[in-house]
C-alpha cells in the first residue's frame, strides 16, 4: 500500500497564544509535531506493518517544519517531503487544503492519506475533509478504529466517534481518514529510526513543484488580532452569623463595588 | 568548539523523556513507598532500546554515542535515581567494561544480550568490610582445574537481585606484592548454583529500585569468565567506575533540573504576605543557585562525553563532573524542600523522594570524600594516568554502526 501521512509542525499545548504588535505570537515555545498528528503517523506506520508498503510523511510549513519530519521519520516513517515556499506562509486551511492535494497528486498511487484530527494551534478540524474534497476522494473523519481494510479489494471500514456514540462507516479507497487519539498509542521515536531521520535529507517542494501557480491569495485574513483583557480573579467569602446577615452582607459589598 | 545539540542528540533526549515522563513518573510514588521495583522497568528500558543505547549495533546496541548515554540519563533521572541507576550498573560498569575489556568471544557471548537488554547486568565490587577500600576486599576466587571457585559475600549491590551477570571482582591472590595486584574480575552468571541473592530492605532512598547482596558459595566460574587477566580486576574495576560515574554525574544533573523545574511552579503558585513566594528574594537565591548548578553539572557531564567520544582518558574530570552533581542534587533537593514548606516533607510531593535519592549518590560509585582525594591527587601531581592493557575505544560512528554478519539490527 501507499500510505502519506499529513503532519504539521505546532508550538507545543503547553503554549500559551498571545498578541504581540498586533500579531497572534506562541512566544518562544518549543515547536513539536502536532499532537493529533502523532496518532495519524502511528495509524499510517500500524497500516503499513499490518499490509506491507511505505509511508511518506508531508508537511506544509517553514523550513523549520524539518524537524517535526524527522520525527516522523524517527517513528518509523520511510520518507519526508516539505511543501515549502514563502508564497504559502500565510496559507488558510483552503490554501493548505489547495497544496497538501496537489502534492499528493504528484505521488504515485496514494491509497489512504491519515489527517490528524486538527492542528492544536489553528483547531480548524477541516483541513483533512477539505483535502479529500479537492481529491474527489470520501473523506473519514473523527475515525477511532479501523474495523477492516482490504487492500486487494480496495476498501476500508472505520468506526467514527461520533457524540452519540460510534459510526460503522465502509468506503471504498483512496480516501482521506482523520483520526482522533482513541485510535491508538503512538509509538516512541526508536534509536534506530533517530539515527536515520538525524542523518535524513528531506527534499522541499516549491509552489511551482507541485504545480500551484499561481499561489492563490488565502481567502481569510487577520486583520487584527486583539488579546482580551486578562481577568483579575479574587475570591472573598462574605461572612454573617444567620443567612439572612449573610445576604444583606452580601447585598452591601455589591452596592459598594457599584455591581448592583 | 559548538555547544549546541545535534537533531540526533535532541531526538534522543526527547524520546527517553517522553517514556519516563508517560510511563514511570505517574507510578513511580506508588513503587517508592512499596519500596519494589516495577517490573515494568527493565524490560521496556529493554525494549527501547535504552539498555543498549552506547554499545556499537553489531554487539546488539544502538550505535549511539557517549553523550546520548549522558542525555538518557539526565531525563531517566529527572523522574526517578533508580531508573539512572539501571544505567549506571547495567550499561555503566557492566557493559562498558566488556566494552573495554572483553575478548571477542566474551562480548559475542555477555556483551550483546546485554545491550539487547536481554540480560540484565550489575556490578559487585562492594562487601560489607570494604567499600571505599576496594583492594581490601575478601571474596576469594580460587583457581580449581580450569575453573575458578568464588566463594564471599557482596554488599549494596544494585540489581542484585535483578540481574543474571555481574562484573564481579575477587581476590585471586591472599599474598600479592602490591595490594592492588591481588584482584582478578569475572562475569559471573548470577543464575548458577552456589549463588543467592536478596534485596536490602529499608533503604533511605532509591526506594524504588533493587540494591542487594550476592552471596557466593563454591560458584564455579570458567576460566573463560575471566574478565582480563589474572590480577587486573583493581584496574578493571576502576575504569569501571569511569564509565558509572559519568551515568551518575549526567543523571544528578537531572535531579537538580527536577528540583528546580518544581520549585519554579510550586513559588509562583504558593502565596504568602500576599504575593507569590517567588517574589520573595531568599526564595529566588535558591532557586537561581539550583538554575546555576544544574548548567555547571551539565556544562562538565557534556565535557566528560565529549572526551569519552573522542576515547581521551576522563578519570579527573569525571570524578569532578560526579562529586560536583551529586553534592549539588542533594543542595537542590534540600533548597527545594524549603521553598515547599511543610508540604515538601511529605511525599504527597515529588521533592522529599528526590532529597533521599540525591543522598545515596554522594555514597556509591566512591563517596565524594573518596573523590576529593583522587582530585587533590591530579591537583598535587601525586596521580597520573597510566596507560592501560585496553582503553575504552573512542566512538566512531561508522563503526558504532555498521552492521556485522548475523547480528540482527532490533527495530
Ligand atoms: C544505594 C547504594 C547503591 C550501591 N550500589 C553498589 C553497586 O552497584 N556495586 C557496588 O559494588 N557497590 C555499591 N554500593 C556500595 C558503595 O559503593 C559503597 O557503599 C561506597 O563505596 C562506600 O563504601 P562503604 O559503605 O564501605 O563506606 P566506607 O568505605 O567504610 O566509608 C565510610 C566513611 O569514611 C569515609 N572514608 C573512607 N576512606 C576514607 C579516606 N581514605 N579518606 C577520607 N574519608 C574516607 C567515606 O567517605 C565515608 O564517609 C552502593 C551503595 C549504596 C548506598
Redesign the pocket.
Given at each position: 500500500m501507499k500510505i502519506v501521512v499529513c503532519v504539521k509542525q505546532t508550538p507545543d499545548t503547553a503554549a500559551t497564544l498571545t498578541v504581540v504588535g498586533g500579531v497572534a505570537s506562541w512566544g518562544d515555545a518549543p515547536l513539536v509535531l502536532n499532537p493529533w498528528d502523532e496518532y495519524a503517523v502511528e495509524q499510517a506506520l500500524r497500516t503499513k506493518e499490518a499490509h506491507g508498503g511505505s509511508v511518506t510523511a508531508m508537511s506544509l510549513g517553514p523550513q523549520a517544519a524539518k524537524e517535526s519530519l524527522k520525527q516522523a521519520l524517527a517513528m518509523g516513517c520511510d520518507e519526508a517531503i516539505l511543501i515549502s515556499d514563502p508564497a504559502l506562509e500565510r496559507a488558510d486551511s483552503l490554501l493548505a487544503s489547495a497544496a497538501l492535494a496537489a502534492a499528493i497528486k504528484r505521488i504515485d498511487a496514494p491509497d489512504i492519506v491519515f489527517f490528524g484530527k486538527a492542528a492544536v494551534d489553528t483547531d480548524t478540524e477541516v483541513t483533512g475533509p477539505q483535502v479529500a474534497r479537492r481529491l474527489g476522494w470520501p473523506s473519514l473523519n473523527l475515525v477511532a478504529a479501523i474495523s477492516e481494510l482490504d487492500p486487494a479489494a480496495k476498501t476500508i471500514t472505520v468506526e467514527r466517534l461520533l457524540e452519540e456514540g460510534r459510526q460503522l462507516v465502509r468506503s471504498p479507497l483512496p480516501a482521506v481518514v482523520s483520526v482522533v487519539k482513541e485510535i491508538n498509542e503512538p509509538r516512541y521515536p526508536s534509536f534506530m529510526g533517530i539515527r536515520k531521520a538525524s542523518k535524513a535529507e528531506i527534499p522541499i517542494w516549491s509552489a511551482s513543484d507541485i504545480g500551484l501557480q499561481p499561489v492563490p491569495e488565502p481567502a481569510l485574513t487577520w486583520p487584527e488580532v486583539i488579546a482580551p483583557v486578562r481577568a483579575e480573579q479574587s475570591c472573598e467569602f462574605v461572612s454573617g452569623e444567620t443567612p439572612q446577615q449573610q445576604a444583606a452582607a452580601l447585598v452591601e459589598r455589591l452596592i459598594e463595588e457599584k455591581l448592583i | 568548539m559548538d555547544f549546541s545539540l545535534g537533531p540526533e542528540h535532541q531526538m534522543v533526549q526527547k524520546m527517553v523523556r517522553e517514556f519516563a515522563q508517560k510511563e514511570v513518573a505517574p507510578f513511580i510514588q506508588e513503587w517508592d513507598r512499596k519500596q519494589q521495583m516495577s517490573p515494568e522497568v527493565l524490560p521496556r528500558m529493554g525494549k527501547l532500546g535504552i539498555l543498549g543505547i552506547c554499545f556499537p549495533i553489531s554487539l546488539g546496541g544502538q550505535g549511539l554515542d557517549f553523550i546520548s548515554l549522558g542525555l538518557a540519563c539526565e531525563e531517566l533521572e529527572a523522574v526517578d535515581t533508580t531508573l539512572r541507576?539501571v544505567m549506571?550498573?547495567h550499561v555503566g560498569?557492566c557493559g562498558l567494561s566488556l566494552l573495554q575489556w572483553g575478548t571477542e568471544a566474551q562480548q559475542q557471548e555477555f556483551l550483546i544480550p546485554l545491550a539487547r537488554g536481554e540480560k540484565i547486568g550489575?556490578?559487585?565490587?562492594?562487601?560489607?568490610?570494604?567499600?571505599?577500600?576496594?583492594a581490601n576486599l575478601q571474596t576469594t576466587a580460587k583457581q580449581d582445574g580450569t575453573d575458578y571457585l568464588l566463594n564471599g559475600e557482596?554488599?549494596?549491590?544494585?540489581?542484585?537481585s535483578k540481574a543474571d551477570f555481574a562484573l564481579l571482582?575477587a581476590r585471586t591472590d591472599s599474598n600479592p606484592k602490591r595490594r592492588s595486584q591481588g584482584l582478578s574480575s569475572f562475569i559471573v552468571d548470577l543464575h548458577s548454583a552456589g549463588v543467592t541473592t536478596g534485596d536490602i530492605k529499608g533503604?533511605?532512598?532509591?526506594r524504588a529500585?533493587s540494591?542487594g547482596w550476592i552471596s557466593l558459595q563454591d560458584v564455579r566460574v570458567p576460566k573463560e569468565s575471566r574478565l582480563g587477566e589474572q590480577g587486573e580486576g583493581f584496574k578493571i574495576t576502576m575504569s569501571a567506575f569511569d564509565s558509572?560515574r559519568y551515568t551518575v554525574a549526567a543523571g544528578a544533573a537531572g535531579l537538580i533540573r527536577a528540583c528546580l523545574e518544581a520549585s519554579v511552579a510550586y513559588a509562583k503558585e504558593r502565596k504568602t504576605f500576599g504575593q507569590p513566594i517567588a517574589e520573595h528574594q531568599l526564595v529566588q537565591a535558591k532557586i537561581a543557585r539550583m538554575a546555576s548548578d544544574y548548567e555547571i553539572a551539565k556544562l562538565l557531564y557534556l565535557k566528560v562525553g565529549w572526551m569519552k567520544n573522542q576515547g581521551v582518558r576522563n578519570t579527573y574530570e569525571t570524578s569532578m563532573a560526579k562529586q560536583f552533581a551529586t553534592d549539588a542534587s542533594f543542595n537542590a533537593a534540600s533548597e527545594a524542600i524549603a521553598v515547599h514548606g511543610s508540604y515538601g516533607y511529605s511525599d504527597e510531593f515529588v521533592v522529599e523522594r528526590y532529597l533521599r535519592n540525591a543522598?545515596?549518590?554522594m555514597?556509591?560509585?566512591?563517596?565524594?570524600?573518596?573523590h576529593?582525594?583522587i582530585q587533590a591527587g591530579y591537583a598535587l601531581g601525586n596521580r597520573t594516568d597510566k596507560a592501560l592493557r585496553r582503553e575504552m575505544p573512542a566512538y566512531e560512528p561508522q563503526r558504532w554502526q555498521a552492521e556485522a554478519a548475523g547480528i540482527r539490527e532490533a527495530t
Open positions: - | 541507576v549506571s550498573v560498569l550489575c556490578g559487585a565490587f562492594s562487601e560489607s568490610g570494604a567499600g571505599s577500600d576496594v557482596k554488599m549494596w549491590i544494585s540489581l542484585a571482582t533503604k533511605l532512598g532509591v529500585g540494591t558509572g543522598r545515596g549518590a555514597i556509591y560509585e566512591g563517596t565524594n570524600e573518596i576529593s582525594l
